[in-house]
């Protein structure tokens, strides 16, 4: 999710989400960003003429920084860019962000921010740089260590530049290296895995703590880090996890660019230090007759007569593979089938009261059902059947109060279904009638249930189900611990779980399973991806349009995330669905 937080002397800054959905403009189909960090939107837009008449390229920026002040006392600065477009009204808008790299006044960042170019347009950005001090990376909170605008068209002609950065108050505030990449063509994921073996010993009192990093070659013969490992504790023959990246970032998907192997030994002030690199290809790691590359230390090689190498990396896995898009499996046959769940605790208010959040005598309808229909008119189309299953939580059911936390709006708990979107109009309102408001906020049942229904659809090893639960809420989840855990067993299942919250309760606490920056923990288990999107209804109050686009922006990168995971190809290409 977009975040708006800035400091106050920039409060024209709003998310880019917000205004392409309030001006009704054209948001471009390539949304997401690597699968690790999670993406970030990208600039797409128009004026108003068709998009057929004016023709755009998909770029891909990426960032580093030299030489950056240090504003830490007991550390260096974390540095995090945020990078904002001038819209035709002349506001700046958020467009997306880097992650954040701890103790480092020389950061690389590997998450690229995405953006549509328009050779008839001057595109000027703004790139702002700050120290994070925070785990929220709220950049409110943060300082601000440099700045820069820039039009877009001078990074894309010349594919990499560094320019001084800025500063209201210091001077010498380091320098920012832009560089743009054009996408397109056919999209393949690298999955690689890599083994060392004699590293050098780097630290004092123990080993080394080795990480790599891949660098795709630009156009000037220099390298933009588009990977970073995780660091491996006390080892000189370390071997690290399998990761996955975007054939696009790392080659363009030419398989004879140069990619530049880098290995560090990871120190926690920032001070990594380099213990070799070698350059190859992808074509060359694909390749079975070579499986080993020495690590040279060019200055070690200077100054020692019977150097070797700095140790040897083993390349133990190197496999592409085709990336389907979301449209894929759309196209494939994959059905979107959707689960609603509605807040019906006592928080929400007498529903005869024009003041209550269920009060359903507005010409408009209250939140719930502005919230319904601007999601399922949107979903139903992608569900044959349009058939949905209506619940409801926290409410007391005839005749004896009951609380229930997963009881069907319909009345009929054999047969939870209604049909189309009217139909989940009709049966909450008729069970408004009939169900007291009670409480509390409990979720974790619903969130369940729905997992069961995932689960058995993920036992047919084919593309054809994808379900989300969508929770309409009036406040904070009384269970959000047991949430949590019921979130973190659903993430393994074709799953998605869009929240609303309707009101002006504070939701602050949906934030954190809302797994865009960490992934969710529960029990010394990690998600294995994020499958949860929490949007405020109020932000949309004054512009309902911009709501589908904020709700729906993550499900098309969670569809291909799973399926991903899961090496499946859509029902339809897949030889199953023949």
């Not at 959905?21 to 797409?44: D, I, Q, V």
């Not at 696009?248 to 290995?263: G, M």
């Not at 759309?330 to 019906?344: P, S």
Request: net charge negative; hydrophobic share 35%.
């Amino acid at each position: 999710t977009g975040s708006s937080g800035i400091n106050a002397e920039y409060g024209e800054i709003q998310t880019f989400q917000h205004y392409i959905k309030r001006n009704n403009l054209r948001m471009s189909a390539y949304n997401y960003g690597p699968s690790e960090p999670s993406g970030t939107w990208s600039a797409g837009y128009n004026t108003g003429t068709p998009a057929s008449s004016k023709p755009s390229t998909e770029v891909e920026l990426t960032f580093s920084c030299h030489k950056l002040k240090d504003l830490d006392v007991f550390s260096k600065s974390d540095p995090q860019i945020v990078l904002y477009y001038n819209t035709l009204e002349g506001k700046w808008l958020e467009v997306g962000r880097t992650e954040m790299i701890e103790n480092s006044l020389n950061p690389s960042f590997t998450l690229p921010i995405p953006f549509v170019y328009k050779f008839e347009e001057r595109q000027l950005l703004y790139i702002r740089v700050f120290d994070i001090d925070d785990d929220s990376q709220n950049i409110g909170k943060a300082e601000l260590l440099g700045e820069l605008e820039i039009p877009l068209g001078q990074i894309v002609s010349a594919g990499t530049l560094t320019k001084p950065l800025c500063h209201p108050r210091f001077k010498d505030c380091g320098t920012v290296t832009m560089t743009a990449v054009e996408l397109g063509g056919i999209s393949e994921t690298v999955t690689l895995k890599f083994e060392g073996s004699g590293l050098d010993k780097k630290d004092f009192f123990g080993k080394s703590d080795p990480y790599y990093e891949l660098g795709r070659e630009n156009p000037d013969g220099s390298f933009s880090t588009v990977f970073r490992s995780e660091a491996l504790r006390c080892t000189l023959n370390p071997s690290w996890r399998q990761r996955e990246i975007d054939s696009k970032r790392l080659c363009q998907n030419n398989k004879s660019k140069k990619i530049l192997f880098s290995c560090y030994d990871h120190d926690d002030d920032g001070s990594h230090d380099f213990i070799g690199h070698f350059t190859t290809t992808l074509a060359e790691l694909q390749e079975k007759r070579r499986t080993e590359w020495e690590l040279i230390n060019p200055k070690k090689q200077r100054k020692k007569k019977n150097y070797q190498n700095s140790g040897v990396i083993r390349v133990i896995e190197c496999r592409v593979e085709k990336t389907y898009s979301f449209l894929d499996y759309i196209m494939g046959g994959l059905q979107l089938n959707c689960t609603i769940a509605v807040d019906f605790t006592g928080s929400n208010g007498d529903p005869q009261s024009p003041r209550s959040l269920h009060y359903i005598g507005a010409p408009e309808g209250n939140q719930y059902q502005q919230a319904w229909l601007a999601i399922g008119n949107i979903i139903q189309d992608y569900d044959s059947d349009k058939l949905f299953p209506a619940f409801g939580f926290g409410g007391a059911l005839p005749p004896h109060g009951q609380v229930s936390f997963e009881f069907a709006l319909n009345g009929n708990a054999a047969n939870p279904l209604v049909p189309g979107v009217q139909g989940v109009m009709d049966a909450y309102k008729t069970a408004l009638l009939n169900v007291g408001l009670s409480g509390p906020t409990n979720c974790a049942p619903m969130i369940r249930q729905v997992s069961k229904m995932a689960m058995s659809g993920a036992q047919s090893r084919a593309a054809q189900n994808y379900y989300i639960l969508l929770i309409l809420t009036d406040g904070q989840f009384t269970d959000i611990y047991d949430c949590i855990g019921a979130i973190v067993e659903a993430s393994d299942y074709p799953m998605s779980i869009i929240i609303i919250g309707v009101g002006n309760a504070d939701f602050s606490d949906m934030e954190r399973l809302d797994g865009d920056d960490k992934a969710l923990q529960y029990g010394g288990r990690k998600a294995s991806r994020d499958i949860v999107q929490f949007v405020p209804f109020n932000d949309y109050v004054s512009h309902p349009s911009a709501l589908p686009g904020a709700v729906l922006a993550e499900l098309p990168r969670q569809v291909e995330e799973y399926y991903r995971q899961h090496r499946m190809a859509p029902f339809r290409m897949s030889g199953v669905g023949e």
